[in-house]
């Protein structure tokens, strides 16, 4: 079935060092939809990006990722980590759009903690 | 940006009794969902449901929940009666159109004793 794996678990970073948070997807549909959501402490996930077309890049606030279909990838990148970067990270998969009806597989989820 | 409430924030019951769930989703979105997040675990999908109908649901729902708007009032994820491993943070969404960015509630944190 359709799923999505975030190897790393916790990342911890000095501030104004690069972010780079990997999210890979299995999936048998052609057209899938990626996305990055983000979670504060205490608030609700939010959309941080959804993908666009196959290997073209897509960014929303500092943040940036590429959907790779060759690689079945949806890294998360940043190029200065700051210190309200700090939170839960989930990747999720949309199969298909339309027929799938918004049905997100998420990923375990990265928690990024940025150090002074 | 648009906002999901979810009440209550928290619910503590004994295992057996009933419990509902209650989301006030963001106003003309038409797609409504619950994911079930146990603690540690990754979000998982539950159920979604559009125009009066669940349109989709996943192994996870099983025949003690059940879903509703009466109305055009909440969102309401109904469990009766519950189970000790129904306990996890259930998180309600919604979403103008299908597949489209999905915006969340801060959750309901359910423990059953």
């Known amino acids: 079935g359709d799923s999505v794996t975030q190897t790393e678990g916790l990342v911890t970073l000095t501030e104004g060092l690069p972010v780079m948070l990997n999210c890979t997807y299995q999936?048998?549909?052609?057209?899938?939809?990626l996305f990055w959501y983000v979670h504060y402490l205490n608030e609700s996930p939010r959309l941080l990006l959804k993908?666009?077309?196959?290997?073209k890049r897509t960014e929303h606030q500092g943040f940036h990722a590429t959907l790779h279909k060759s690689s079945s990838s949806f890294h998360l990148q940043k190029s200065s980590a700051q210190l309200s970067d700090s939170a839960l990270y989930y990747c999720?998969?949309?199969?298909?759009?339309?027929?799938?009806?918004?049905?997100?597989?998420f990923g375990a989820g990265t928690q990024l903690i940025v150090i002074p | 940006g648009p906002k999901v409430l979810q009440i209550p924030s928290h619910q503590i019951i004994d295992m057996g009794q009933m419990v509902t769930l209650n989301c006030d989703p963001v106003s003309n979105h038409l797609y409504f969902y619950w994911y079930k997040q146990i603690l540690g675990q990754q979000m998982e999908f539950l159920v979604n449901f559009y125009n009066g109908k669940v349109m989709e649901k996943s192994k996870l729902f099983k025949d003690q929940f059940s879903v509703e708007r009466p109305d055009g009032s909440y969102f309401t994820l109904k469990i009766q009666p519950t189970a000790l491993e129904d306990s996890a943070v259930y998180f309600c969404?919604?979403?103008?159109?299908?597949?489209?960015?999905?915006?969340f509630g801060s959750g309901t944190r359910l423990t059953v004793l």
């Open positions: 999936t048998i549909y052609s057209n899938p939809f």
């Open positions: 993908s666009s077309t196959d290997n």
């Open positions: 999720a998969l949309s199969a298909e759009r339309g027929s799938a009806l918004g049905r997100l597989h």
């Open positions: 969404a919604s979403s103008s159109r299908s597949a489209e960015t999905l915006y």
